[in-house]
């Protein structure tokens, strides 16, 4: 079992900044890639980030140039800052990992609960 734990929500007013962090934990062999998506009331899951085991990394285009997804493969953890904030980054946040679960196996990916965040002035 893989349990990935959110942290780091909240309200903030546009314009502001706000990190969110997710960690793993739990029995697993490695962690390749790790992703961000978030999802607002009303409409379907986003993709927003992605990050690599090695640390390359990639970002939908409404958030390009003001949310910076990060890693630290010691921690088992992925970051997410987020700056600039918009009324319409307004969502639910989640993690997301693709787990190899014992050497030599498949990936299967794993979601945090999700966070709350709420961008309004």
């Known amino acids: 079992q893989v349990q990935l734990v959110e942290s780091g929500g909240g309200l903030v007013q546009p314009g502001g900044s706000l990190g969110l962090s997710c960690a793993a934990s739990?029995?697993?062999?490695?962690?390749?890639?790790m992703y961000w998506y978030r999802q607002a009331p009303g409409k379907q899951r986003e993709w927003v980030a992605a990050?690599?085991?090695?640390?390359?990394?990639d970002y939908a285009d409404s958030v390009k140039g003001r949310f910076t997804i990060s890693r630290d493969n010691a921690k088992n953890t992925v970051y997410l800052q987020m700056n600039s904030l918009k009324p319409e980054d307004t969502a639910v946040y989640y993690c997301?990992?693709?787990?190899?679960?014992?050497?030599?196996?498949?990936?299967?990916?794993?979601w945090g609960q999700g966070t709350q965040v709420t961008v309004s002035s």
């Open positions: 990050i690599t085991s090695g640390g390359s990394t």
């Open positions: 739990g029995r697993f062999f490695s962690i390749n890639d």
């Open positions: 997301s990992a693709a787990v190899v679960r014992y050497p030599g196996s498949s990936l299967y990916n794993y």
